[in-house]
């Protein structure tokens, strides 16, 4: 079981443009949620994915916004970078939405310049 | 509003000397509170959670409500203790993680 996957690992983006973040869940999880980690902090909830709809939701803006596939897969997207956007996001998958089970991929480094 | 906070950046210790991971939170319900380490180069992954009562590698935690905190010991540290460690907390509907900025604990021989 190669457990959850992320894709690219590192990514470099200029200020204004869009990005998007792919996740494969964990064999057998339902549910991804998406965490953004910036240097020196500890992540922070973005959003989560359940049966193809985003089920609650952190305190970032309208610029970020997901998707689930009915593989379950995942995809955030974050429009009109800035600079401030660059973070390490993690994607963490489980069976359900309790945060318990959460298994976290090794995450996708963004730098916007 | 749920706040976890993790007043250490950084704590070194040598090799058999006991350890202690400070985390404080805010919450006015009954939160659940987890202990995840990151080694270096490897992903973020669950250390021990509250409800379970456990010791794993040696490491255990007491949430203590009156205090509001969750601090994680360990009577004799290793080196290959050495990590980043985050105290979270979960509550309301429990589907979400709130993270501390978390402590790198450095085990020195």
């Known amino acids: 079981d190669a457990g959850v996957t992320q894709s690219p690992t590192h990514l470099i983006k200029t200020r204004g443009q869009q990005v998007t973040l792919r996740c494969s869940p964990k064999s057998g999880h339902d549910t991804v949620s998406w965490y953004q980690q910036a240097l020196g902090q500890g992540p922070q909830f973005i959003f989560q994915?359940?049966?193809?709809?985003?089920?609650q939701r952190g305190n970032f803006p309208d610029r970020f916004s997901g998707h689930q596939f009915p593989n379950y897969s995942s995809e955030l997207n974050v429009n009109a970078l800035l600079l401030g956007d660059s973070a390490l996001y993690l994607c963490?998958?489980?069976?359900?939405?309790?945060?318990?089970?959460?298994?976290f991929g090794s995450g996708t480094r963004l730098t916007v310049v | 509003a749920q706040r976890v906070t993790q007043p250490e950046k950084l704590l070194s210790v040598f090799k058999g000397a006991p350890v202690e991971l400070k985390c404080n939170y805010s919450y006015s319900g009954s939160p659940e509170l987890f202990w995840y380490v990151q080694y270096s180069r490897q992903r973020l992954q669950l250390l021990l959670r509250?409800?379970s009562r456990e010791s794993i590698k040696g490491f255990t935690a007491d949430l203590n409500k009156g205090e509001t905190s969750f601090h994680l010991k360990k009577p004799f540290a290793q080196e290959e203790d050495s990590a980043m460690y985050y105290c979270?907390?979960?509550?309301?509907?429990?589907?979400?993680?709130?993270f501390g900025s978390g402590t790198k604990l450095n085990v020195k021989p």
């Open positions: 963490a998958s489980s069976r359900g939405q309790g945060a318990r089970g959460y298994t």
């Open positions: 979270a907390l979960s509550a309301g509907n429990f589907n979400k993680f709130y």
């Open positions: 994915y359940y049966e193809e709809e985003e089920r």
């Open positions: 509250h409800i």
